[in-house]
């Protein structure tokens, strides 16, 4: 499997930017695809997740309502709509895709892309 995330940029607080992820390979029902960030020394942390099967979607605290999650299977594609941006939401963003089980922690996931920079001024 590979990931190709795209679509970071820099943005003013209160703007919007929307991530892509694509995917090759193998992606099963029983998979869950992924967001993570990562800001400069600091832990990587969950963003959002979504099943590919059922398309539930789970998001961290921190973004709920702000953030919305979704994919679309025949393209392999995963997105992240992000709205209402703030400086906090600056990292590197990484999707990455399950192996089974959890979502929501960095062990979960057994495949990541190469992350994009995304940058929220104030």
């Known amino acids: 499997v590979q990931l190709q995330a795209s679509g970071g940029g820099l943005v003013q607080a209160g703007g919007s930017l929307k991530l892509s992820c694509a995917a090759s390979?193998?992606?099963?029902?029983?998979?869950?695809m992924g967001w993570f960030r990562q800001a400069p020394g600091m832990e990587r942390e969950f963003v959002a997740a979504?099943?590919?099967?059922?398309?539930?979607?789970y998001y961290a605290d921190s973004v709920k309502g702000r953030f919305t999650i979704s994919r679309d299977r025949p393209a392999k594609m995963v997105y992240l709509q992000m709205d209402s941006l703030k400086p906090d939401d600056t990292a590197v963003y990484y999707c990455?895709?399950?192996?089974?089980?959890?979502?929501?922690?960095?062990?979960?996931?057994?495949?990541w892309g190469q992350g994009t920079q995304v940058t929220v001024s104030s």
């Open positions: 390979g193998n992606i099963f029902s029983s998979h869950v």
């Open positions: 990455a895709r399950t192996g089974n089980g959890g979502l929501r922690l960095v062990s979960d996931y057994h495949y």
């Open positions: 979504i099943r590919w099967g059922t398309g539930a979607t």
